[in-house]
């Protein structure tokens, strides 16, 4: 019989990377939908099976993991957008935090039941925030510089304490920026891509930007939901650090995606003060050895590549008339 997985979040870039990669690994996958409409459901693969609940709520649930009946849960939903955790903290902590601990609270009361449901938490390396240390491994203590940073915290503590107290296969992966055609318009990969592209078709004029000199170890979103199902995959439940071990400024992913498009990027870029955050974490750069020594995973897009194929997609888009508010993957 085919494995099942039930995924939070499947409509956003990693749930959809993640369903396509378990089907084709030949599971039956599950999405968790909340509300009525979701425009971004038309965009999954056609044979994932839809299943209504809400991180918000314990009953929906406990109620989807009783119909599903999963071997494996992927918690994926969140409310991902740094910036926005600090104008609905509350919101955040809810989603981001205690959602966590609802999904395994499901898990908990129907694996009781009977059978093992193997649970992944979406760890962030926002946890790390004001690092410790370069690079960040799975014992890097964290320092969290953001609402959503700390919901990220508790999230991948509580994971560890439900492995701890009650021997459940749960396991948290630390993931570092992960970015592809399909990320949201709102971070700054895309926001770039897109604004490129723009640019290029004589849409727009200038692209403002806030903080040029952050750090981040950007790598490919579909790499990455392959180090998810691995995690799940190994005898025994533990935590890891997924990224590339390589770091670069976002002045330097402007760079890269303006030369992409045959541009000089500093004719047109503003860099806005108003646009940088109330805490902001300068440098993150993983140290992805365990996962290579233990789950044999590797990243396979360099960062000039991925950003290339984000310009290259954007102009494309636009040029074909695509709305990228509405859906934001072509
Ligand atoms: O693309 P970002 O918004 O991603 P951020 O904050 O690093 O978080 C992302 O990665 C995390 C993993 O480490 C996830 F957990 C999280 O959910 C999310 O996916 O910003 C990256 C950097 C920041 O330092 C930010 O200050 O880019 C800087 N930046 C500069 N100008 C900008 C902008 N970020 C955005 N979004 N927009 C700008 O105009």
């Known amino acids: ?17 993640l369903a396509e990669h378990l089907i084709s690994e030949g599971y039956e996958v599950w999405g968790l939908i909340r509300g ?10 056609k044979d994932v099976h839809l299943v209504r609940g809400d991180l918000l709520d314990q009953g929906s649930l406990i109620s989807a993991v009783e119909k ?28 981001t935090g205690m959602g966590v601990l609802r999904m395994l609270e499901a898990i908990r009361v129907c694996s ?7 649970f992944y938490q979406a760890s962030s390396s926002e ?58 318009a709102e971070f700054v990969t895309r926001k770039v891509s897109l604004g490129v592209a723009r640019i290029k078709l004589g849409m727009a004029s200038e692209l403002r ?34 990224g590339t071990g390589r770091t670069q400024s976002v002045r330097e992913l402007v760079e890269a995606a303006f030369t992409a498009a045959g541009l000089d990027w500093e004719r047109y870029v503003i860099a806005d003060q108003a646009l940088h955050r109330p805490a902001e974490v300068d440098l993150l750069c993983a140290d992805p050895k365990k996962a290579r020594m233990q789950l044999g995973w590797e990243p396979t897009v360099p960062f000039e590549e991925l950003i290339a194929m984000m310009v290259e997609s954007d102009l494309r888009l636009l040029s074909e008339g695509g709305d990228p508010q509405d859906s934001s993957w072509p």
């Open 1 to 17: 019989m085919a494995r099942r997985a039930l995924i939070t979040g499947i409509t956003g870039q990693d749930g959809s990377y």
């Open 36 to 45: 009525q409409a979701n425009p971004r459901v038309s965009k999954l693969p």
């Open 68 to 95: 599903v009946r999963p071997d494996e849960v992927y918690n994926l939903g969140a409310i991902s957008f740094v910036p926005m955790s600090w104008e609905q903290a509350e919101l955040t902590a809810e989603v």
């Open 112 to 118: 009781s039941r009977g059978g093992e449901i193997r």
């Open 127 to 184: 946890m790390f925030g004001q690092v410790r240390e370069t690079p960040q491994t799975e014992v890097t203590p964290f320092h969290p510089r953001s609402p959503y940073g700390v919901a990220k915290t508790y999230g991948h503590f509580l994971t560890q304490n439900y492995r701890e107290s009650y021997g459940m296969y749960a396991v948290s992966g630390i993931l570092f920026n992960h970015e592809s055609p399909r990320r949201g």
């Open 209 to 242: 930007l806030g903080n040029l000199e952050a750090r981040r170890d950007w790598g490919y979103a579909g790499d990455y939901v392959r180090a998810m199902h691995l995690m799940l995959q190994a005898p025994n439940p533990e935590d890891f650090v997924i």
